[in-house]
C-alpha cells in the first residue's frame, strides 16, 4: 500500500523565479518509482520528471529538479526560471514496479505569474 | 512517444441511461490499463485496473455492477457507467503501462449526468 502527501494546496511564484513543491510519501515496496505530473487546465496529464528509488542520484529534466531524500520518504520537486506555461495542478506519484498504477497525493495547484 | 487516446472527451447523458468510454492505446500494446475518477481540482482516485483478456480489479468502495470495465483486445479498455445519477457526474481519466514503463494518460471524458 502506498500514502501521499502533498501539503502545500495552493502555491505562487513570480514569472523566472524558483519554486519547490512538497511531497512525502509511503510506501511497503522495496522496489518503486516516484513520479511527478502535471495537469494543466486543459486537464491533460503530463509526465514532469521521474525517479527510480534505487538512485541516490537526484533526476533532472532541464528546469525540474528533484530532491530525493528515500530515508526521509521525501520527494520534492524544485522549479527553476519559472514560465507562465508552468501553471498547473502538479501531483506527485509513487509507483510500484510494475509502474503503470499509481498512487496520487492531492496536488498543488501552482499559478505563475507575470 | 506512446499515445493513449480517450473517446469522447464529453457527454452529457440523461440520469438512468448508461454510457461508454473508450480508452485505446494508439502505438503500442498495453496489457493493462488503468481507470481513475476525478472531482474538480482533487486528486485522481484510481477506480479499477483493466487486465486484457480478464476480470478488472476493481478498488474497495467502487460498484462493480456500476462501472463495467471491458479489456477486450490489448489495444482497448472500455468503461461503461451504467444506470447514471447525477453522482456519476466527474472527470474520467485511463491511464496505460507504455512501452518504456510509464504511465501514459488519456485525455480525460467529461461526464455530465442530467
Known amino acids: 500500500a502506498q500514502t501521499v502527501t502533498q501539503s502545500q494546496p495552493e502555491m505562487s511564484v513570480q514569472e523566472a523565479e524558483t519554486v519547490t513543491l512538497s511531497c512525502t510519501y509511503d510506501?511497503?515496496?522495496?522496489?518503486?518509482?516516484l513520479f511527478w505530473y502535471k495537469q494543466p487546465p486543459s486537464r491533460q496529464m503530463i509526465l514532469v520528471i521521474r525517479?527510480?528509488?534505487?538512485?541516490?542520484q537526484n533526476a533532472t529534466e532541464n528546469r525540474f529538479s528533484v530532491n530525493f531524500q528515500k530515508a526521509a520518504k521525501s520527494f520534492s520537486l524544485k522549479i527553476s526560471d519559472s514560465q507562465l506555461g508552468d501553471t498547473a495542478m502538479y501531483f506527485c506519484?509513487?509507483?510500484?514496479?510494475?509502474?503503470?498504477?499509481?498512487?496520487f497525493g492531492q496536488g498543488t495547484i501552482l499559478t505563475v505569474h507575470p | 512517444g506512446a499515445v493513449v487516446s480517450q473517446h469522447p472527451s464529453w457527454v452529457i447523458c440523461k440520469s438512468g441511461t448508461s454510457v461508454k468510454i473508450e480508452c485505446r492505446s494508439l502505438?503500442?500494446?498495453?496489457?493493462?490499463m488503468f481507470w481513475y475518477r476525478q472531482f474538480p481540482k482533487q486528486s485522481l482516485m484510481l477506480m479499477a485496473t483493466s487486465n486484457e483478456g480478464s476480470k478488472a480489479t476493481y478498488e474497495q468502495g467502487v460498484e462493480k455492477d456500476k462501472f463495467l470495465i471491458n479489456h477486450a483486445s490489448l489495444t482497448l479498455s472500455t468503461l461503461t457507467v451504467t444506470s447514471a445519477h447525477p453522482e456519476d457526474s466527474s472527470f474520467y481519466i485511463c491511464s496505460a503501462r507504455g512501452p518504456t514503463d510509464e504511465a501514459f494518460f488519456g485525455q480525460g471524458t467529461r461526464l455530465t449526468v442530467v
Open positions: 506519484a509513487p509507483g510500484g514496479t510494475s509502474y503503470g498504477k499509481l498512487t
Open positions: 510506501t511497503s515496496e522495496s522496489n518503486y518509482y
Open positions: 502505438d503500442f500494446q498495453a496489457t493493462t
Open positions: 525517479q527510480e528509488a534505487y538512485k541516490q
